[in-house]
C-alpha cells in the first residue's frame, strides 16, 4: 500500500529565510516521489522528481529535495524564499500497483511569504 | 511548444446538463488522466488512459464519463448524475521513460466548473 502525507497544511516564512516543507511516504517498494507547485488557479509544474538516482535532487527554482529511505521522508527545502515562491506545492508518491502503478498525491501545503 | 491545452478556462452548467471538458496534449504522451480539486485539497483520479480505446475508472467515477479515440484527445463528460460537479478540473498526460517506469506527469493549466 502506498500513502504520502504532508505534514504542514500551512507554512509562513519571510523573505529572505529558507523554506521547509515537509513530506512523509509509505511505500512496499521503491517508489518515485515528486514535489510539484501550483500557482492559483493554474496546473501544476514539477518541481523536481526522485526516481532512484542521487538521493538529494535538485529542482527548479532554487528548490531541492532529500530522499531518506530510513525516515521515509522527501522534504522539500529553499535557502531562501522569494515572493514569487507563495503557492501551493504538493508531495506525490508513485509506484507499483495491482496491474500497473499508482500514483498518490498529498493534501498540499500552502506556502506564504511575508515581505 | 508541446504541452497540454484545456477548455473552456471556465465553464457554467445549470443543474441537470452535461457538459464536456476538453483535453489535448501534443507530447505524444500514452497516458492521459483527469483530476478534481476542491478548495483546500488535494487532487482526487476520476479517469485515466494508458491507451487509445481504452480507459479505467478511477477513485471518484461517478458521474463522469470519458473517452479516448484519439491519443492527442481525453474528453471528460460531467453528467446530471454528479450530485456537486463545481470543482476544479485538471488534466494531465505522461509519457515513457527509460530512466523510471513511474513518471512525472503534464498538466494542464485547468478548467473551472460551477453549477448554477
Known amino acids: 500500500a502506498q500513502s504520502v502525507t504532508q505534514l504542514d497544511s500551512h507554512v509562513s516564512v519571510s523573505e529572505g529565510t529558507p523554506v521547509l516543507l515537509r513530506c512523509n511516504y509509505s511505500?512496499?517498494?521503491?517508489?518515485?516521489l515528486f514535489w510539484y507547485v501550483q500557482h492559483p488557479n493554474k496546473g501544476l509544474q514539477l518541481l523536481l522528481k526522485?526516481?532512484?538516482?542521487?538521493?538529494l535532487v535538485k529542482g527548479i527554482n532554487g528548490f531541492e529535495a532529500e530522499f531518506k529511505k530510513s525516515e521515509t521522508s522527501f522534504h522539500l527545502t529553499k535557502p531562501s524564499a522569494h515572493m514569487s515562491d507563495a503557492a501551493e506545492y504538493f508531495c506525490v508518491v508513485s509506484g507499483p500497483y495491482t496491474g500497473g502503478f499508482k500514483t498518490i498525491f498529498g493534501a498540499g501545503t500552502r506556502l506564504f511569504v511575508k515581505a | 511548444d508541446g504541452g497540454i491545452t484545456q477548455s473552456p478556462k471556465y465553464l457554467f452548467r445549470k443543474e441537470g446538463q452535461n457538459v464536456t471538458l476538453s483535453c489535448e496534449q501534443n507530447?505524444?504522451?500514452?497516458?492521459m488522466y483527469w483530476y478534481r480539486q476542491d478548495p483546500g485539497q488535494g487532487l482526487r483520479l476520476i479517469y485515466y488512459s494508458q491507451i487509445v480505446n481504452d480507459f479505467q475508472k478511477g477513485d471518484i467515477a461517478e458521474g463522469y464519463s470519458v473517452s479516448r479515440e484519439k491519443k492527442e484527445s481525453f474528453p471528460l463528460t460531467v453528467t446530471s448524475a454528479q450530485k456537486n460537479p463545481t470543482a476544479f478540473y485538471l488534466c494531465?498526460?505522461?509519457?515513457?521513460?527509460?530512466?523510471?517506469?513511474?513518471?512525472?506527469?503534464?498538466f494542464g493549466p485547468g478548467t473551472r466548473l460551477t453549477v448554477l
Open positions: 511505500s512496499s517498494y521503491s517508489p518515485s
Open positions: 507530447l505524444n504522451h500514452d497516458a
Open positions: 494531465a498526460s505522461s509519457g515513457r521513460d527509460r530512466t523510471s517506469p513511474y513518471n512525472e506527469q503534464f
Open positions: 526522485y526516481t532512484s538516482a542521487a538521493t
